[in-house]
Nanobody, 125 residues
Framework: QVQLVESGGGLVQAGGSLRLSCAAS????????MGWFRHAPGKEREFVAY????????HYADSVTGRFAISRDNGKNTVYLQMNSLKPEDTAVYYC??????????????????WGQGTQVTVSS
């Protein structure tokens, strides 16, 4: 089992940047694939980015490709989401998620077993 804690959210102007972090408990972080999702009011939870166990496999939602970058540091049990060129439509609560099973790139929330509590990102126009 793993516990996840996100940080780094906040209020930023359009065009600005934020870096989210997700710290995981335990000593088996490298066994988990990690994902970032976001949930805006009135919308369903949306896939943002995925990273495989060693960081070699990465996948992004079309809406953030070229602006966001996911990375992980297995020595620090942490996954990051660097968000650049932020837009008001990026406003949401951002969640990291972990899954230990083997398979292909995971983009659906139901494919993940563990979730953090979320961190609010607000982009003003």
């Amino acid at each position: 089992q793993v516990q996840l804690v996100e940080s780094g959210g906040g209020l930023v102007q359009a065009g600005g940047s934020l870096r989210l972090s997700c710290a995981a408990s335990g000593r088996t972080f490298e066994r988990y694939v990690m994902g970032w999702f976001r949930h805006a009011p009135g919308k369903e939870r949306e896939f943002v980015a995925y990273i495989g166990r060693g960081g070699g496999t990465i996948h992004y939602a079309d809406s953030v490709t070229g602006r966001f970058a996911i990375s992980r540091d297995n020595g620090k049990n942490t996954v990051y989401l660097q968000m650049n060129s932020l837009k008001p439509e990026d406003t949401a609560v951002y969640y990291c998620a972990a899954d230990q099973s083997w398979g292909s790139v995971r983009v659906r929330p139901e494919e993940y077993d563990y979730w953090g509590q979320g961190t609010q990102v607000t982009v003003s126009s």
